[in-house]
């Protein structure tokens, strides 16, 4: 995933928000489920765009990194983390 946290003044937000753009595609969607992400990297400070164009072509900039950051074996190891595990409903 890579995540667009802050203010995204494209889009003159008056409150911070975090964003999360999944990068798997799911054959169903998971609206109501609980969702867990590891931030596990930076990739670059928040800015303004002059475009709607500009802003996408950066985001898909942010994306082809993470997936290439994604792949390192490090990374990699995240998967087995605990803390992505489901738990058991209470």
């Known amino acids: 995933m890579v995540m667009s946290l802050g203010w995204n003044p494209f889009y003159k937000n008056e409150r911070r928000s975090a964003e ?9 969607d998971f609206y109501g489920c609980e969702l867990r992400v590891v931030v596990a990297g930076y990739i ?13 072509d950066a985001i898909n900039n942010d994306i082809a990194l993470a997936r290439n950051s994604l792949a390192r074996p490090a990374y990699q190891a995240l998967k087995d983390s605990d803390d992505l595990k489901p738990t058991s409903a209470a």
């Not at 999360?20 to 169903?28: D, G, M, N, S, T």
């Not at 670059?44 to 996408?56: V, W, Y």
Request: proline share 5%.
């Open 20 to 28: 999360v753009h999944i990068l798997h595609a799911y054959a169903e």
């Open 44 to 56: 670059r400070p928040e800015r303004n765009f002059a475009s709607l164009a500009e802003l996408i």
